[in-house]
């Protein structure tokens, strides 16, 4: 998919700011407590996800985040099908004040090509 300019620029933006973290290394996070955040629309979601994610859309994360994560030390990987949206987000909660938001890099995309 293309995106604009300035969208792209924001979300490379975001890349810079926030850690990235391989897919090889989410199911481990998990296992130590890690919250796996899909901000993709529930439709997207209900597609496919990775397991026990929590599902807060993009345009809902910051009225809702509080009410389900409410340890600002929580890491908490963020994801879309890709980056963008997964780093966006996760630079807005780190904003919020959550230290250890991070993002899946590659996405869900990435993620499931492990079970490939």
Do not use: W
């Amino acid at each position: 998919m293309a995106f604009t300019e300035k969208f792209q620029q924001l979300a490379d933006e975001a890349c810079a700011r926030v850690e990235g973290v391989k897919p090889t290394s989410v199911d481990g996070l998990l296992d130590d407590g890690a919250v796996a955040l899909d901000i993709r629309d529930s439709e997207e979601h209900s597609a496919g996800h990775i397991a026990g994610s929590l599902n807060i859309s993009r345009g809902k994360l910051e009225m809702l985040v509080e009410s389900e994560v409410l340890d600002l030390t929580t890491t908490i990987l963020c994801y879309c099908n890709a980056v963008n949206r997964g780093a966006l987000s996760a630079d807005t909660l780190r904003s919020m004040g959550y230290v250890n938001a991070k993002y899946i890099d590659g996405g869900l995309i990435a993620y499931n090509a492990l079970s490939d």
